[in-house]
């Protein structure tokens, strides 16, 4: 069965700037580059792209409705790197995050959560504490995880704009090449719950 005539699963990404494709082109952004990825290993997947320039968390718990609305079959949530660099508490960041995941609980949408780090100085024991977010949500609730979505880009130069938070195309393409094991793993859980049959691997 070919992605055009399997049932199609449907992702929604619910994020700030990083998910929006701030700077780029609407084809460079990251929900569109992970979609690309996962179809060419033969997965029927679509990806809505939900980011909004400059959202924290708190913003996201308005919006995880209207994200969940569409009764989609899974959502990416990245989130967070608004309020790290606000140094909103992590316990107050934490409580946002719970009650969007406690949303897509309610709906049965599965969440692959993507973690952040907080990526100004804002010493080693907040910074601490903001990581750890993501750690132990993932672990209490046992989601799909990424731990650290600008894995490998932030901070070079080469890879980001030059306000230096943003990636670049170039660096979209990085993020999401580092966590499509994890992007497949997770469509690969919501196509076996959905009784749909995996893509056969392809041959080099």
Do not use: W
Not at 44 to 73: E, H, K, M, Q
Not at 84 to 104: H, S, T, Y
Not at 164 to 189: D, K, N, S, Y
């Amino acid at each position: 069965m070919s992605a055009h005539t399997a049932p199609q699963i449907r992702l929604v990404a619910l994020g700030d700037s990083l998910t929006a494709g701030f700077g780029l082109a609407a084809h460079e952004a990251f929900p569109v580059v992970l979609q690309g990825l996962l179809q060419e290993k033969g997965y029927p997947v679509t990806i809505v792209n939900a980011g909004i320039s400059g959202d924290t968390t708190a913003g996201g718990v308005s919006r995880a409705a209207p994200a969940l609305s569409d009764a989609p079959d899974g959502m990416i949530l990245e989130l967070g790197a608004n309020d790290g660099l606000r140094g909103f508490e992590p316990a107050f960041i934490k409580a946002n995050l719970e009650i969007i995941l406690d949303a897509a609980d309610a709906k049965n949408v599965p969440v692959l959560l993507c973690g952040m780090r907080a990526l100004l100085g804002m010493g080693p024991d907040y910074s601490a504490e903001f990581a750890a977010v993501y750690a132990d949500l993932a672990r209490d609730r046992n989601l799909a995880f990424y731990p650290f979505f600008l894995e490998g880009v932030a901070a070079d130069p080469a890879k980001n704009l030059p306000d230096g938070l943003h990636p670049t195309a170039a660096g979209v393409r990085e993020i999401a090449r580092r966590m499509l094991p994890v992007a497949e793993a997770f469509v690969q859980g919501i196509m076996t719950r959905k009784g749909l049959p995996l893509p056969s691997p392809k041959t080099p």
